[in-house]
């Protein structure tokens, strides 16, 4: 895997998920980068601080303003392991944040669903970077669930 390719990062925001699913969260990881440098790494901890805004996203973009010192993101990329909910969204909004990079597609929660136009208007959507592996994670989490 070719280092600061798009692949590269999102296997990063994947190794973020992992960790999520071995703490028994929804298995979705995310990583902020500027200048080829990954500046913010994180995943969901809603159950771990019981917060239900503790999304991948929305910690990353805390971590990302803090390590840049300013609340725009405006030449950064997000990668992220699933689509961003409407809340991630709205955050990614106002975040200014210039690409948004998402494994695989959530058509029940996803931002797509509810609300297309949340994101900025200068935002670069990509979608479907390692989206198998994702899914793959996502899955194996939810039978886990069920059993």
């Given at each position: ?100 990079f998402f494994a695989a597609a959530d058509p029940k929660r996803g931002f797509r669903q509810s609300n297309p136009n949340i ?29």
């Open positions: 895997m070719e280092l600061y390719s798009d692949e590269y990062f999102m296997n990063e925001a994947l190794k973020q998920a992992q960790i999520a699913f071995e703490e028994g969260e929804i298995p979705v990881g995310a990583v902020i980068v500027s200048k080829n440098r990954i500046i913010a790494k994180a995943y969901n901890q809603t159950e771990r601080l019981n917060d239900v805004t503790a999304h991948a996203e929305m910690i990353a973009i805390t971590s990302a303003a803090n390590s840049l010192g300013g609340k725009y993101l405006n030449d950064c990329r997000l990668y992220v392991t699933l689509e961003p909910c409407t809340m991630c969204g709205g955050a990614l909004f106002w975040s200014q944040i210039g690409e948004v994101l900025h208007p200068k935002t670069k959507i990509h979608e479907g970077i390692l989206a198998a592996q994702a899914e793959e994670l996502i899955h194996r989490f939810f039978e886990k669930l069920r059993k």
